[in-house]
Nanobody, 122 residues
Framework: QVQLVESGGGLVQAGGSLRLSCAAS??????MGWFRQAPGKEREFVAA????????YYVDSVKGRFTISRDNAKNTVYLQRDSLQLEDAAVYYC?????????????????WGQGTQVTVSP
């Protein structure tokens, strides 16, 4: 049974940092990524990483502030988020797909975690 379990969400002040984790079980994936969804908005791609070569891809709004990484031994992907802004508040979802190709579309991902809430206070 494939599972993606996120952790690390919570409340943080603007300008602060937070690291999210996503532990995958049941299989490994060629590409894992993070999405976020704020109230009343569509689910938005944030970042992705390839398992084979650690190459990464980010949405422009988080470049330089967010870092995606992975630990093969633990089958876990991380999202380090620094300089958090009020607009970064959302439910963050971990996602995984078997394909090596980059995609920012939620429908391209095969598995999803349950989501973890991130709240940013002024």
């Amino acid at each position: 049974q494939v599972q993606l379990v996120e952790s690390g969400g919570g409340l943080v002040q603007a300008g602060g940092s937070l690291r999210l984790s996503c532990a995958a079980s049941g299989r490994t994936f060629n590409t894992m990524g993070w999405f976020r969804q704020a109230p009343g908005k569509e689910r938005e791609f944030v970042a992705a990483i390839r398992w084979s070569d650690k190459s990464t891809y980010y949405v422009d709004s988080v470049k330089g502030r967010f870092t995606i990484s992975r630990d093969n031994a633990k089958n876990t992907v991380y999202l380090q988020r620094d300089s958090l802004q009020l607009e970064d508040a959302a439910v963050y979802y971990c996602a995984a797909r078997g394909s090596l190709g980059w995609s920012t579309y939620p429908s391209s991902y095969d598995y999803w975690g349950q989501g973890t809430q991130v709240t940013v206070s002024p």
